[in-house]
């Protein structure tokens, strides 16, 4: 039986839920539960009993994909299914026939109005985030899901930030399981687990794809994932200078903002135009005293032998930098204060980034995703983005201030 064995995020919640989201990484099982589930809902005791379900709808991106991943896949159902129980292939009218005389149809996501017409009492619909027409076919299977006391569904997929995908998880209807490709490794090739994980790991993308967590960009966000992942690297070069930038929480308790502390440096030779920027670490401290966030900011400075500690004031004023100074009197330190908004100030700094002006190394996994939630009308997370205006404030020590400097016309004595 399936579920003595079954991974936990492959076993139906309980509850009278209509949707259950399976969203995990590549290779989590989500296939096999998907399988798993169909039979559960049409089969009965004995082969010939009728199940739960009678009418079933197979959704994938294309007829092709329902019918080499969902029925005939390695986890698809006729692997899942015991000779006395698996259902007839009829290829002419795309349909799964099973001994009890269950029918499962096959849908295709690129014809949302094949969905007029039929009815069904359960669904599985797989890779729902990758559907060219996803809205108007969940639209339409929803019209379709209406026989019996209480028709479900069943959604497997890898996340994307799509809206459909969105409006599912947030429906007080649907419950979700989610599980990271690394919690089906038993069943994966040891070789597949290290690439991916040497190539996405630390990465958003890495924890879309293997950690099967939704990445949201804001809609008109300053920085998306896409421009990130441009710019990654795995290391930086030998650079001319490094700074920690630290943007202070008002208060030092465990209820109060992040202390944002993020390391960057740059290649400053040559014009400007050719500088080059790399955030090497976010450092950031939660619920730190000031003692606390002003160690870990000397720490980040040490490992990384930067030249300058710039910190925000304008909540802690002179503050700020008596703090510091109690940990390490010799520190170079700057002030900084914000006289414009937090958007205003981020601005020409995503412009560097735009540029090609700016990397990330690995594992800025949280800093970025505050970077994607800051828009030019204000920043649309939860809570205050102090990464984010840590990172502002570094490189607009590196990068931004020098090169005005360095375009100033000089003043020539006669």
Not at 67 to 92: H, K, L, N, Q, Y
Not at 100 to 117: C, D, K, W, Y
Not at 193 to 207: D, F, N, P, Q, S
Request: with cysteine; glycine share 8%; charged share 25%.
């Amino acid at each position: 039986m399936f579920e003595f064995w079954a991974l936990p995020h492959q076993l139906p919640p309980e509850g009278a839920w209509k949707t259950w989201v399976i969203m995990g990484g590549r290779g989590a099982g989500k296939t096999r539960a998907g399988a798993e589930w169909i039979r559960s809902m049409v089969e009965g005791a004995r082969p010939s009993d009728p199940g739960q379900a009678r009418r079933v709808a197979l959704v994938g991106e294309t007829q092709d994909q329902v019918r080499e991943v969902m029925i005939f896949g390695e986890s698809g159902i006729m692997a899942c299914s015991p000779p006395d129980r698996r259902p007839v292939w009829e290829a002419t009218r795309k349909r799964l026939v099973w001994p009890n005389g269950a029918v499962a149809q096959v849908i295709s996501a690129h014809e949302p109005e094949s969905l007029r017409g039929p009815q069904f009492d359960a669904a599985w619909a797989d890779e729902l985030a990758k559907w060219k027409r996803a809205e108007e076919t969940w639209d339409q299977l929803q019209f379709a899901l209406r026989l019996g006391d209480h028709p479900q569904q069943v959604v497997t997929t890898t996340p994307k930030n799509v809206a459909v995908l969105k409006a599912i998880l947030n429906n007080p209807s649907s419950v979700v399981t989610h599980a990271p490709t690394d919690a089906n490794r038993a069943y994966l090739a040891a070789s597949f687990l290290e690439e991916v994980r040497t190539r996405y790991g630390g990465t958003r993308a890495g924890r879309q794809e293997l950690d099967g967590v939704l990445i949201e960009d804001a809609e008109g966000a300053l920085w998306t994932t896409g421009l990130l992942e441009r710019g990654r690297v795995d290391r930086a070069p030998v650079l001319s200078r490094v700074v920690v930038a630290v943007d202070p929480p008002v208060t030092g308790h465990g209820g109060s903002d992040d202390c944002g502390i993020v390391v960057v440096g740059a290649v400053t030779e040559g014009p400007p135009q050719d500088w080059r920027a790399y955030v090497l670490e976010d450092a950031t401290v939660q619920g730190a005293s000031p003692d606390a966030w002003a160690r870990a900011a000397i720490a980040a400075m040490e490992r990384h032998g930067a030249d300058r500690l710039v910190a925000e004031v304008n909540q802690g004023g002179d503050l700020v930098q008596a703090v510091i100074r109690q940990v390490d009197p010799l520190v170079s330190f700057k002030a900084v204060r914000a006289s414009k908004g937090k958007a205003a100030r981020a601005e020409p700094v995503a412009a560097l980034y735009e540029q090609g002006r700016v990397s990330h190394l690995r594992g800025l996994e949280r800093l970025e995703d505050q970077m994607c939630r800051m828009t030019a009308r204000g920043y649309e997370g939860r809570g205050s983005p102090d990464r984010v205006d840590a990172l502002v404030w570094a490189l607009t020590a590196l990068m931004i201030d020098p090169a005005q400097a360095y375009r100033r016309p000089q003043v020539r004595l006669l």
